[in-house]
């Protein structure tokens, strides 16, 4: 890259998200704390993402690590044009050997503005750097979902199959597990357990609850918020604000 790039006035942007209001979202954060930026491109997959690299030339990128067509590790690492790279996901394991080998940041969903915030700060620190090279990229293969589990059901240990469960939800120090035929509870925290599970099928709607997609019976809005009730409960349970984007395209 030549030295121009030092004089970089308005830097050109790529942004590559498959859900369009978090697409939306992102754009208006990173032009809210990044004015200059000038956004080129966004996109809904990697195709269309590995296309405007190639047209658009863009000094950077922000790209969704799963995405229809082709992921986002596969955009950076084929891309034809070197720009800065900050990916977007949902699991640490898929973007951190990213980092390690020279993207600027990953960020994880639901997105945080104090995080954002300092990826911005990031990129305009390597904005006068040459972008790294990520055509070697191979990251290691997340840890496999968990399966199984033992839940303390009174005095007995159950062991229950997490396809099972219909919903993780915090208790005090405990995290009680429900499943159609029992209660059940764990010392694993919430937030622990986002991470063992497999992100297609458990998704974590607040702070204190997990559900399974498949379990879900309906979904109904009111007054821009967004609750569930799972199958066979009558209870409505409420859906974080910063867990909603899951629910977009059903």
């Given at each position: 890259?030549?030295?121009s790039?030092?004089a ?22 990173l ?12 996109v809904?997959d ?15 990128a922000f ?8 992921s986002?590790?596969?955009v ?19 973007a ?35 972008p790294?090279d ?5 990251l ?6 968990l ?17 099972d ?23 694993t ?17 607040s ?32 859906v974080s ?10």
């Amino acid at each position: 890259m030549s030295a121009s790039v030092h004089a970089i006035v308005r830097p050109r942007i790529l942004i590559a998200e498959d859900e369009a209001i978090l697409r939306q979202e992102l754009q208006t954060a990173l032009l809210s704390l990044w004015p200059e930026l000038d956004v080129v491109a966004a996109v809904d997959d990697g195709v269309r993402a590995a296309q405007a690299i190639a047209d658009l030339r863009p000094d950077l990128a922000f790209l969704d690590v799963r995405m229809p067509g082709l992921s986002g590790i596969d955009v950076a690492r084929l891309a034809r044009h070197p720009c800065h790279i900050v990916f977007l996901t949902a699991h640490n394991d898929y973007a951190v050997d990213a980092f390690d080998q020279g993207a600027v940041d990953y960020l994880l969903k639901p997105l945080d503005m104090g995080r954002l915030a300092l990826a911005v700060q990031r990129l305009k620190q390597r904005l006068s750097q040459q972008p790294a090279d990520l055509s070697a990229l191979q990251l290691r293969q997340p840890e496999a979902a968990l399966r199984w589990i033992q839940a303390s059901v009174g005095n007995q240990i159950r062991f229950i199959n997490v396809s099972d469960v219909l919903c993780f939800r915090a208790d005090s120090k405990y995290t009680k597990v429900l499943t159609t035929r029992l209660e059940a509870y764990i010392r694993t925290t919430i937030k622990d357990l986002a991470a063992q599970l497999d992100g297609d099928k458990f998704w974590q709607i607040s702070r204190s609850n997990i559900v399974n997609v498949a379990a879900i019976d309906a979904v109904q809005r009111s007054d821009g918020g967004l609750a569930l009730r799972l199958q066979g409960s009558d209870e409505w349970v409420a859906v974080s604000q910063n867990y909603q984007y899951q629910f977009r395209q059903m």
